[in-house]
């Protein structure tokens, strides 16, 4: 169509008229025109070429439209050219639909103003009491609200950050989807409160996080919580003034059960068994270990005001947002704040995952996971250890330097190249001033001290980063987990290798057993690629827990000053969200 040859910087070479006169010549010859719905609304037309001419819609608040130039005319032609929700009369429409779906915009995490709601609704009730009701008027008014719909469902579809936040893998397919399609048919089948569920995030975390985000901002709304100043460590069996406030606190937030009984103003002061339990549940939630014990960490994590953890909920359901839709099928999600890792059965099943276990991640200071996506394709037992150059550099070449035996002592070798025909290369003075230039390499062999255990998992990515079993197992029982170079290191690598062996013949527990002690490394690729999400977010929510995170990487505020600051919504503003 002629419109779509002319870039907006160009405009000022056509006057407003011919550029409709070209449009509606555009129309009179498109097979839409000629639809069984009837010929093209002039009106709509004037109203739809000036609106693209000006990049500017006189009823939006919000009323830059230049990001909504495709979606609109696409959305029009779809329809003939005509009104979307008024096509029988101003009064006989489902602009009151569309209009509640705008104003619940909060449900999902997302703010109503953002797309004009409280606005357009006050312009409907004018055209319902006869104002501003001209056909042009009419042609406005729903050109604004398709406007500020398609800004929703693309906000609840892609993200209110339109950047490629999550490196996605080569191989991994991303559903298309027309908003524009989606806004007709609905219109069609007058049912545009399903919108909402055909663009936002399937994965049963993010459906629980929108649960979450419900009860959180209600408690947010009614409850004043005591800020806690305990002075000292608190354990069960002892009295403080702040207990009933506590136990008020867990209730409220579902770590306990209200005491059968009222409590006396003196059994109201003892922190007894069921607050205990109690006090645990939330630790667990809050990645605090769970001993009980109220000190620092457990009075800061108390002491944090609930609308912090309602945007904690809204930061990572935006961030699911910008993962793509899957199809049916087995996902592995890691967590780096959670340090923890979960494989589900089927992205959409509501059921609880199947496996859940701590990891270790990257350093927090200059090691960190990356956030990305890829398809899981083999396992690797007894693998040799290929170290990364930098390791060989920053690490293993001063300790090799003053004691040749070092790569010895760590079950270490050089070779000329990775890989099942490399040659081992003797250590000398030669060939550690060659490994120092790069034209040698150190590969640890399959053993006890082997960094990456007795299996890896290997999802093909531009980080070289994988999942795998570690030799330090003491490293779980600590509370924050950032000690890897990147990589992440799973607790119990025999439950997942069963995971994602589950479907190929003859792999059972016992057959993995030994191939995770057998001599030689062994190759054994999946069947079914498997989907692996190393993911960032600070809350996380399963069908029966909400659970929160340190902010370890420092993610957050980059992110909350994106959303607040629409220029850096912009791809060129967002690198620093997940690097």
Known sequence: MFLHMIHPGNLSVYNKWTVIVWFILGLMFSPLSRSAEGTT???????????????????????????????????????????????????????????????????????AQNYDAAYLAQKWLQIKAGQNASLPALALYDTALNIALLRYLSDLHYGQVKTHNVKLGADIILEQISLAG????????????????????????????????SKYRQLARTHAFHQFT????????????????????????????????????????????????GVRNFQLRHGLGGDGVIGKSTVAALNVPLADRVRQIELSMERFRWLPRLKEGSLIIVNIPAFQLWAYESIGMETAPTLNMKVIVGKSLNKQTPVFMANMKFLEFRPYWNVPRSIVKEELLPKLRLNWSYLASQNMELVNAFGPNATVMAVNG??????????????????????????????????????????????????????????????????????VLKSKDGWDRQRISNAMRRDNPRYVPLDNPIPVIIFYATAMATNDQVLFFEDIYGLDNPLIQALANPVQKKPADTAALTE
């Open 182 to 213: 989606l806004i007709v048919e609905a219109a069609v089948q007058k049912k545009p409160s399903e919108l909402v569920a055909k663009v936002e995030p399937v994965m049963p975390v993010y459906r629980h996080l929108k649960e979450a985000l």
């Open 430 to 499: 030669e060939t550690i001033n060659l490994l120092s230039q790069g034209a040698l390499k150190v590969r640890q062999r399959p053993g006890r001290l082997n960094a990456l255990g007795n299996v890896k998992f290997m999802f093909p990515n531009d980080y070289n980063v994988y999942l795998h079993d570690t030799p330090t197992q003491r490293l779980f029982k600590r509370t924050r987990r950032d000690f890897s170079h990147g990589c992440v290191r799973v607790e119990d690598p025999e439950a997942l290798a069963e995971f």
């Open 230 to 277: 305990f002075t000292q460590m608190l354990r069960p069996g002892q009295r403080d003034s702040q207990i009933v406030f506590l136990r008020e606190l867990l209730t409220a937030l579902g770590d306990m059960a209200e005491p059968a009984e009222p409590l006396d103003a003196k059994s109201g002061k003892l922190y007894d068994a069921a607050l205990a339990d």
């Open 41 to 111: 609304d002039p009106v709509l037309v004037e109203v739809i070429s000036s609106l693209l001419t000006s990049n500017r819609h006189p009823y939006l608040p919000h009323n830059d439209i230049y990001d909504q130039h495709e979606d609109i005319q696409a959305l029009y032609q779809l329809n003939n050219y005509q009104l979307v929700w008024l096509k029988n009369g101003a009064l006989d429409s489902q602009v009151d639909d569309v209009l509640a779906l705008l104003a619940n915009a909060e449900e999902n995490g997302l703010d």
